[in-house]
């Protein structure tokens, strides 16, 4: 694609960066001013605050973040919504339960999470029948993609989760174009789908989330199976934060918000190009969100995409602030975990877990093992106990698991030495 | 309620029935001309008909039925859908799954399935959240209620199947003054709560459906919650047919449909208020199912509603004509079944199996127990076997079966008679 082909969701992805940074900070006292005089939450946290005098990164930087524990802490206290929403909870389209028990609202506006914009840099046309497999049960998730297909004029398959038989049975008769859900999901379904004899070839184009995606299976995707996959970042309180286009050079920043990257902890700007926490300021009327930190990390890329898109790119999730660690010495990133269990096809997953021992850092890698490798424990125990060093820069024992032996919460990195 | 005091969806439920017969006969061959001009299944079956002569019940019953299994060997003849939608499959707003591997088409008008009308009958007004505990995942259920809920200008928690101590603390926190699902999980949530020592007392209405709903659950929730519950029945291919009202008096028909009672297996209408198979003719400008035959049982109850209501009423869902059987000369209904188990605290759900031994009928009731019942089996096959002989009219033998021990496939009458 040439730039300024044509190809884009709407003309703001190709505007002039320093129109949109203008068009952003012009917005942002408006903004403010909603949240403080709309919600409790925001009246309070900023009271001491001029809204007509932050309209610029320094001045933003300024003001106090907002963590999911205090959305979950002024939910509790002020339930069910917490004060944080500007429209009555008699006004919204649907509320979802998030882990940690924090309710999201949805309001009723078209395409409300914004994922259209990320389908359609995926590739996504109307007329595509979408195969969504993420689930519309207590989370967002489902629908964040269902209505968004249907924004682009798209008939949706409402999957779900698990089923997978049936899943496999479903595409072989309806043949989407179109696959979304987790990467690792989408390999289940091949990989099922020749243990039961069945061609499942209609899948031209796929949208990911919700774990790692790397490059290995990126192109396992397309040269296995002629699948273009691009992924996207988003969360179930902000919705669409950035999304990958075909010049596959990190993720691009979304149109509805503001993204600044701060030392995790202390929301304070890191330099350019340094990995932090991914902070938000959403322009969401009816849940403004000012300086939210999402916990997640990643860093600013340099440059600008090569697809013509003029957004800020970001480099993808590189891991929660919460997990991140260091072990003699090294950061161990949970991507870096994750990367390398994407890439063992022996591995369903796997969790590092550390300690101390004599004094020392100590680190095990308890990796689930997919049923079909069970026979073969000794030579995997090696293999893998090689390529996790390579992998990670650290030596580490191996255990292996039996398949469902690990708790299933998302903690890749299970940090004990602060309580052993 | 007044006759006439407003309390109705809109003006159509009050009408003169005189002008709804016209009204739905006048606009009959439109219908037909749609569905023969644009899909290629009523094209074939409908190909000597001249549409422009069917304008009355007894012309339309000397047109062909469709039953779920012509769907059925319509997609599969001409994948995906048969050749039975009016719109192209890249138009449509969902496609569904059905068991028997049945593709259930949803365009994109608002409140596609028409359940919003059974909604308001049970009371659910605009701001009122409603907890949906019907699957989002491959069948319409979730949605049809989902999309209802919201065109009513209600916010929805998509609770979905499952999850039900999570479920739990989401009522216990959101204050839900809607339930809608199946009355045996609403009944699951309010003894699991009890187990749990929460309290949920927000419901105050419910929309129940999937399952039979005797009077004494719907005494249970109003006396002991203090929940109205009011019952509705649809299908998957045809969206809402009938739906309660306060009147307590059967099931009020829809208004965008044409329904029929026949006996089964022939399609030939049947007397004023003898059971037979419901057949539904439905103004779909989407999917028009011209005499589709739903294989569910009920009767015409005769005069009008005491709501004020005009449309026909059918009596609810008396059973499968595909299950209802006939043992020692007794008419056995799935229904019966069903409201024994219901009826009985120690029953999950149970099964009649019926064979030929001795050259005579024998039937033996499965009944699948619920845990806290299993220290006193003697004494529950007892009870159970008094009771069951008084449900039934007819002697028959219990077997305990452990929870989860029949299969969840919605079969109640297992007859055996006719391969052994």
């Known amino acids: 694609m040439t730039k300024g082909s044509g190809c884009y969701y709407d003309r703001q992805e190709i505007r002039d960066p320093a129109d949109r940074e203008k068009s952003l900070f012009h917005a942002l006292p408006g903004l403010l001013h909603h949240a403080i005089e709309n919600t409790e939450y925001f009246a309070r946290l900023l009271e001491n605050i001029d809204p007509d005098t932050i309209t610029s990164r320094e001045a933003l930087a300024s003001l106090p973040v907002t963590r999911k524990n205090d959305l979950i802490q002024a939910q509790r206290g002020k339930p069910p919504l917490g004060g944080l929403t500007a429209t009555a909870m008699s006004r919204l389209a649907h509320i979802y339960w998030s882990p940690g028990s924090l309710y999201d609202p949805e309001g009723t506006r078209n395409d409300y999470w914004r994922f259209a914009r990320a389908l359609f840099s995926a590739g996504v046309r109307q007329g595509d029948l979408v195969h969504n497999t993420f689930s519309y049960h207590m989370t967002p998730a489902g629908m964040m993609i269902d209505a968004a297909a249907r924004s682009l004029g798209c008939p949706v398959f409402p999957a779900g989760t698990g089923q997978t038989d049936r899943q496999i049975e479903v595409i072989r008769d309806l043949r989407p ?108 009327p009816d849940y403004p969100l000012i300086r939210y930190a999402t916990g997640d990390l990643t860093r600013i890329l340099p440059g600008e995409s090569s697809c013509g898109r003029t957004n800020t790119r970001i480099a993808g999730w590189m891991g929660r602030t919460d997990q991140r660690t260091k072990v003699r010495g090294m950061f161990v990133d949970p991507e870096q975990i994750g990367r390398f269990s994407a890439e063992q096809q022996a591995i369903v997953r796997s969790r590092l877990v550390v300690t101390r021992k004599n004094g020392q850092d100590d680190i095990l890698l308890r990796c689930e093992i997919s049923p079909d490798f069970t026979d073969t424990r000794t030579k995997l125990l090696d293999s893998l106990r090689a390529e996790a060093q390579s992998a990670l820069g650290l030596r580490c024992d191996i255990e292996l698991v039996e398949a469902g032996g690990l708790p299933n919460d998302g903690k890749i990195v299970d940090d004990r030495r602060a309580v052993s």
């Open 177 to 284: 174009k179109v696959f979304v859900g987790t990467p690792s999901f989408l390999l289940i379904l091949f990989d099922r789908a020749r243990e039961l004899g069945v061609e499942i070839r209609s899948f031209e184009k796929a949208l990911v989330s919700g774990e790692a995606f790397p490059a290995q299976t990126r192109d396992r995707l397309k040269y296995e199976h002629g699948i273009d996959a691009y992924q996207c970042y988003g969360t179930a309180d902000a919705g669409l934060i950035a999304y990958e286009s075909e010049a596959r050079e990190g993720m691009v920043i979304d149109e509805s918000l503001i993204l600044e990257i701060a030392h995790p902890g202390t929301g304070t700007t890191v330099e350019p190009g340094e990995v932090g926490e991914i902070i938000v300021t959403l322009f969401n």
